[in-house]
Protein backbone atom coordinates (compact mmCIF):
# COMPACT_ATOMS: atom_id res chain seq x y z
CA UNK A 1 0.00 0.00 0.00
CA UNK A 2 1.10 3.31 -1.13
CA UNK A 3 0.44 6.35 0.98
CA UNK A 4 -1.65 8.79 -0.66
CA UNK A 5 -2.48 12.47 0.24
CA UNK A 6 -5.37 14.46 -1.40
CA UNK A 7 -5.50 18.25 -0.79
CA UNK A 8 -7.37 21.25 -2.35
CA UNK A 9 -11.07 20.41 -1.93
CA UNK A 10 -13.52 23.08 -0.68
CA UNK A 11 -16.90 24.79 -1.28
CA UNK A 12 -17.53 26.97 -4.67
CA UNK A 13 -20.11 28.16 -6.32
CA UNK A 14 -21.17 26.69 -10.37
CA UNK A 15 -19.47 27.41 -12.63
CA UNK A 16 -16.10 27.92 -10.35
CA UNK A 17 -13.10 26.00 -10.13
CA UNK A 18 -10.71 24.22 -7.96
CA UNK A 19 -7.38 22.27 -8.34
CA UNK A 20 -6.66 19.45 -6.69
CA UNK A 21 -3.23 17.68 -5.63
CA UNK A 22 -2.61 14.22 -4.59
CA UNK A 23 1.32 13.57 -3.25
CA UNK A 24 2.84 10.26 -2.85
CA UNK A 25 5.45 10.82 -0.45
CA UNK A 26 6.32 7.63 0.32
CA UNK A 27 7.21 6.52 -3.26
CA UNK A 28 10.45 6.55 -5.06
CA UNK A 29 10.99 8.98 -7.47
CA UNK A 30 12.62 7.47 -9.97
CA UNK A 31 9.81 4.87 -10.02
CA UNK A 32 6.86 6.94 -10.03
CA UNK A 33 6.29 7.90 -13.33
CA UNK A 34 5.52 3.72 -14.25
CA UNK A 35 2.74 4.43 -11.98
CA UNK A 36 -1.01 4.85 -12.98
CA UNK A 37 -2.53 7.61 -11.55
CA UNK A 38 -6.40 8.40 -11.31
CA UNK A 39 -8.99 10.76 -9.67
CA UNK A 40 -12.34 9.12 -8.21
CA UNK A 41 -15.49 10.52 -6.94
CA UNK A 42 -18.08 9.19 -4.71
CA UNK A 43 -21.40 11.21 -3.99
CA UNK A 44 -23.84 10.37 -1.19
CA UNK A 45 -25.86 7.35 -1.94
CA UNK A 46 -23.07 6.50 -5.12
CA UNK A 47 -20.77 4.25 -6.65
CA UNK A 48 -17.38 5.47 -6.03
CA UNK A 49 -16.47 6.32 -10.46
CA UNK A 50 -13.42 6.90 -12.40
CA UNK A 51 -13.31 11.10 -13.00
CA UNK A 52 -9.54 10.63 -14.82
CA UNK A 53 -6.77 9.04 -15.16
CA UNK A 54 -3.20 9.04 -16.26
CA UNK A 55 -0.73 6.80 -17.51
CA UNK A 56 2.52 7.76 -17.97
CA UNK A 57 1.60 8.32 -21.59
CA UNK A 58 -2.08 8.71 -21.94
CA UNK A 59 -4.79 10.28 -20.01
CA UNK A 60 -9.00 9.39 -20.09
CA UNK A 61 -11.93 11.01 -18.82
CA UNK A 62 -15.33 10.54 -17.34
CA UNK A 63 -17.71 11.77 -20.44
CA UNK A 64 -19.36 14.09 -17.30
CA UNK A 65 -16.32 15.85 -16.99
CA UNK A 66 -14.58 15.78 -20.59
CA UNK A 67 -13.64 19.80 -21.60
CA UNK A 68 -14.11 20.36 -17.93
CA UNK A 69 -11.53 18.87 -16.10
CA UNK A 70 -8.02 18.10 -16.55
CA UNK A 71 -5.49 15.41 -15.31
CA UNK A 72 -1.90 15.86 -14.80
CA UNK A 73 0.93 14.66 -13.04
CA UNK A 74 4.57 15.91 -12.16
CA UNK A 75 6.67 13.22 -12.01
CA UNK A 76 9.71 14.91 -10.51
CA UNK A 77 7.39 16.10 -7.27
CA UNK A 78 5.31 12.66 -6.91
CA UNK A 79 1.90 14.37 -7.05
CA UNK A 80 -0.66 14.53 -9.66
CA UNK A 81 -3.59 17.21 -10.49
CA UNK A 82 -6.63 17.45 -11.31
CA UNK A 83 -8.13 21.17 -12.65
CA UNK A 84 -11.53 21.13 -12.04
CA UNK A 85 -13.41 24.03 -14.39
CA UNK A 86 -16.93 25.03 -15.01
CA UNK A 87 -18.09 22.91 -11.77
CA UNK A 88 -21.45 21.88 -11.53
CA UNK A 89 -23.50 21.31 -8.39
CA UNK A 90 -23.50 17.30 -9.55
CA UNK A 91 -19.68 17.93 -9.14
CA UNK A 92 -20.26 17.36 -5.47
CA UNK A 93 -18.39 14.34 -3.90
CA UNK A 94 -15.32 13.26 -2.39
CA UNK A 95 -12.62 13.00 -4.32
CA UNK A 96 -10.17 10.08 -4.04
CA UNK A 97 -6.43 10.06 -5.41
CA UNK A 98 -5.31 6.11 -6.31
CA UNK A 99 -2.35 4.88 -7.78
CA UNK A 100 -1.64 1.82 -9.16
CA UNK A 101 1.90 -0.21 -9.37
CA UNK A 102 1.90 -3.98 -10.63
CA UNK A 103 -1.81 -3.90 -11.08
CA UNK A 104 -2.97 -3.40 -6.87
CA UNK A 105 -4.09 0.12 -5.83
CA UNK A 106 -3.84 2.24 -3.50
CA UNK A 107 -6.13 5.16 -2.38
CA UNK A 108 -5.76 8.41 -0.16
CA UNK A 109 -8.53 9.29 2.52
CA UNK A 110 -10.51 11.75 0.08
CA UNK A 111 -11.17 14.98 -0.01
CA UNK A 112 -14.64 16.96 -0.23
CA UNK A 113 -15.77 18.77 -3.08
CA UNK A 114 -19.09 20.81 -2.56
CA UNK A 115 -20.57 23.15 -5.48
CA UNK A 116 -23.07 24.93 -4.91
CA UNK A 117 -26.01 26.32 -7.25
Known amino acids: QVRLVESGGGSVQAGGSLRLSCRAP???????????MGWYRQAVGNQRELVAM??????DYADSVKGRFTISRDNSKKMVFLQMNSLRPEDTAVYYC?????????WGEGTLVTVSS
Open 26 to 36: GTITSTFWQDT
Open 54 to 59: ASRDTT
Open 98 to 106: QLIRNGMPS
